[in-house]
């Protein structure tokens, strides 16, 4: 039996497939993301006292502080665990259609 309702069908080319692309590319970040993390994590105490001085409030952008930035840093670990095995890999690269654009930080 095939699937045509019309709504579903959007649902999947609207949703399913565009959200699998982005993890895919979040996946094959993940490996820059981690080794650059271990480079920089000692920058960031995790403590709310200590803000990240990048001037840009003024453009409206929030001020984070050391707990933020480790705060981000422990669930993108999480998330990258959780979409890194073979398995999950293969679900989620199933439904992309586009080539995946990427090319690891050569700066490591």
Do not use: H
């Amino acid at each position: 039996m095939s699937i045509t309702d019309p709504e579903a069908i959007k649902f999947v080319n609207e949703y399913i497939r565009p959200m699998c692309e982005n993890v895919r590319y979040m996946g094959a970040r993940g490996t820059d993301f981690a080794n650059k993390w271990a480079q920089v994590a000692g920058s960031f105490p995790d403590s709310a006292a200590e803000a990240v001085e990048d001037g840009r409030e003024g453009q409206g952008v929030s001020r984070l502080t050391g707990a933020d930035i480790n705060a981000v840093a422990g669930v993108f670990t999480l998330l990258l665990s959780e979409i890194s095995g073979a398995t999950a890999q293969a679900v989620i690269s199933k439904p992309c259609v586009r080539p995946l654009l990427y090319t690891p930080d050569a700066g490591g």
